[in-house]
């Protein structure tokens, strides 16, 4: 059951309406038609705002199946959210990402402020601008949370979220083809010349996402190109086999830097954005982000004293097996410390 079925509060939500097919560029009636039949509308909100000389809209609407949300800019449908009435998927916040006409990027996080309101959180090119309830939490009520985790499936195991991915899968693929691209490209040729293709690569998909809707950049892929823009760098300065070997540690100590800052920071950006990718519902990204930070540290210093001490037969030999395994370990004891499974906090 859904917290706006089961009470009133002091801001009633709107009576739900038909949608009227809307003039050029508005919401279209398939759209309309294909929401509709998740089942009847109970309530709907309304929550407008504007940015960048844009009018935006978001609704809600709230069925016996679950919370819909449309993000509208300038009367047009740009993006949509939904999440049924139980289980781990129904208790996230929905998030909502569009390009404005002047090619500037809105995320909208939308959800629950209490058992019967609503209220949304938006940022432009990442930066807060809009707030409908400012000092209020977007966040399932805590009660309403528990009712509906109740009823999930039992066999999967607390805080897992199986949905993560299948909602970011258009970032997780532009990662990993850049992941593979960089790969091929140092097989075929050298480690200066992939990094330098992986950046002219990052810098192509900024541009081409000014033009689309679809979110590109998501997640961490636009840190991805900043980091490959980096390694272009040294490899541009430094061409000795030591600098290459240290390159790993240097862009190891740049990036652990960074989400060692945005953790402290609570974690708005970075530990946010590597969320994305990570099927569960519990974790708290300024901990992910801490945790990050320090195993980006150890794996710089490792790195550092492996190239110092040893050969450049066991250096390979370490960069290409022992570093994996061992980074994996140590990531899942960072997912544990960011889920509340080490060192957890004390509330009060």
């Known amino acids: 059951m859904r917290p706006a079925q089961v009470g009133r ?104 402020i209490s058992w019967v309101n609503v209220g949304i959180s938006v940022r432009r090119d990442g930066y807060l601008v809009h707030q409908s309830h400012p000092g209020r939490t977007i966040a399932y009520p805590e009660r309403a949370r528990e009712m509906v985790l109740n009823a999930k499936d039992p066999q999967l195991p607390p805080g897992y979220d199986p949905g993560v991915l299948s909602r970011n899968k258009v970032p997780i693929l532009v990662d990993v083809a850049l992941g593979l691209l960089f790969y091929v490209v140092a097989k075929l040729t050298d480690l200066s010349t992939a990094a330098l293709v992986g950046a002219a690569a990052g810098l192509a998909l900024v541009l081409v996402q000014r033009f689309v809707k679809v979110d590109l950049l998501g997640g961490l892929a636009l840190f991805g190109v900043f980091m490959l823009l980096v390694s272009a760098g040294l490899a541009l300065l430094f061409q000795d086999d030591m600098a290459v070997k240290l390159r790993t540690s240097i862009v190891g100590v740049i990036s652990a830097i960074l989400f060692l800052g945005d953790g402290l920071l609570g974690g708005n950006r970075l530990g946010k954005g590597l969320c994305r990718y990570l099927p569960y519902s519990d974790i708290d990204p300024g901990r992910l982000g801490i945790g990050m930070g320090t195993v980006g540290l150890l794996m710089a210093a490792l790195n550092y004293a492996v190239a110092k001490l040893a050969s450049t037969s066991a250096w390979l030999f370490y960069s290409t097996f022992v570093d994996f395994f061992l980074m994996m370990g140590l990531i899942i004891l960072v997912f544990r410390y960011a889920r509340g499974q080490m060192f957890a906090r004390h509330q009060g």
């Open 9 to 112: 509060g002091k801001e009633e939500p709107r009576r739900a309406r038909p949608h009227r097919r809307g003039k050029a560029g508005g919401a279209r009636l398939s759209e309309v038609r294909a929401q509709a039949s998740r089942g009847i509308a109970i309530a709907r909100y309304r929550r407008p705002f504007r940015v960048a000389g844009s009018a935006c809209l978001v609704v809600f609407t709230v069925r016996l199946s679950g919370l819909d949300s449309i993000l509208y800019v300038d009367g047009e449908a740009v993006a949509e959210d939904s999440t049924p009435a139980a289980g781990l998927e129904a208790v996230r916040n929905h998030r909502l990402a569009a390009r404005l006409p002047d090619g500037s990027a809105i995320d909208v996080e939308a959800g629950y």
